[in-house]
């Protein structure tokens, strides 16, 4: 049985950075849509980058100019570098992938997804 398991999320102060890190464990996709996902304080669960296997990357509005998202296939494992920290970034991040040949934007929540991961926190405070 495959699974995703998320590393590297901590506590920064506001304009910080940090790399999360996700391994997928026990399967892979030749053709696939792999994903950020993050749920704030009180907020409900949101997309926050994805990509696919043509390096076509997306995100939401208010992450763009300071999140990179990126995939390593050789090691299977899915990447988000996140700079210039805000404390709105704040929260849980769940990285989550499916199969699929196209474009990620037929997927927008993270029950659309065939495995999802854990979670890991990211806290943003002065």
């Known amino acids: 049985q495959g699974q995703l398991v998320e590393s590297g999320g901590g506590s920064v102060q506001p304009g910080g950075s940090l790399r999360l890190s996700c391994a997928a464990n026990?399967?892979?996709?030749?053709?696939?849509?792999m994903g950020w996902f993050r749920q704030g304080p009180g907020k409900g669960r949101e997309g926050v980058a994805f990509?696919?296997?043509?390096?076509?990357?997306e995100y939401v509005d208010s992450v763009k100019g300071r999140f990179t998202i990126s995939a390593d296939n050789a090691k299977n494992t899915l990447y988000l570098q996140m700079n210039s920290l805000k404390p709105e970034d704040t929260g849980m991040y769940y990285c989550?992938?499916?199969?699929?040949?196209?474009?990620?934007?037929?997927?927008?929540?993270?029950?659309?997804?065939?495995?999802r991961g854990q979670g890991t926190q990211v806290t943003v405070s002065s």
């Open positions: 026990g399967f892979s996709y030749s053709s696939y849509c």
């Open positions: 989550a992938a499916r199969p699929w040949s196209g474009n990620c934007n037929a997927f927008r929540t993270f029950e659309s997804f065939n495995y």
């Open positions: 990509i696919n296997n043509y390096d076509t990357l």
